[in-house]
């Protein structure tokens, strides 16, 4: 199957989806206030998707669980690493985070989409068994780390702006 193919055999939502995701990316690079509900959603999100998947999908076994609560866990500390290192300002009365400007959630999203774009193509073309089951437990896995990363992110927000919120009492 050539690209071209490929391409035009991609559903109209999922270059939609993409444009957006894309607008988001880019309006992370700039500096930012947001509230640390809405941060809480993104995690959620991605959490909500791969275990809809895990859920959903015929050939979630235990080996698929288990990449993705293990890339789960290995997203969580690279998310905290991450922000932990980058210059967040909470603010524990507005309830607020200002977020500096970074290509993160941009190189963040393109790598998922990219390879989920690639797993959703090679599982819907493969014609065995074990190199669609490898499949999807490399889908978990992207699921894990990508669900991970944004977590670990929200709970450093999180953590330090209770950490203040404590100090103050």
Excluded: C
């Excluded at 015929?58 to 932990?84: D, E, K």
Aim: hydrophobic share 60%; net charge positive; glycine share 8%.
């Amino acid at each position: 199957m050539t690209p071209i193919a490929i391409i035009q055999g991609t559903p109209t939502w999922v270059w939609v989806l993409l444009a957006f995701l894309l607008y988001r990316g880019f309006k992370a690079t700039q500096a930012s206030t947001t509230p640390i509900s809405k941060l809480a959603i993104i995690p959620l999100v991605f959490a909500g998707m791969g275990i809809a998947h895990l859920v959903s999908s015929p050939l979630t076994g235990f080996i698929a669980v288990a990449a993705w609560i293990l890339a789960l866990g290995a997203g969580v500390l690279a998310g905290v690493f991450n922000a932990s290192r980058s210059r967040f300002i909470v603010d524990p009365i507005a309830r607020t985070v200002m977020l500096p400007g970074s290509f993160v959630p941009l190189l963040l999203i393109a790598a998922t989409f990219i390879a989920k774009f690639w797993l959703g193509f090679e599982m819907a073309t493969v014609t065995n068994l074990p190199a669609l089951v490898t499949y999807g437990v490399i889908d978990a896995a992207v699921s894990g780390i990508v669900a991970g990363m944004f977590a670990g992110r929200y709970f450093t927000y999180w953590k330090t702006m209770h950490a203040l919120r404590e100090s103050w009492a």
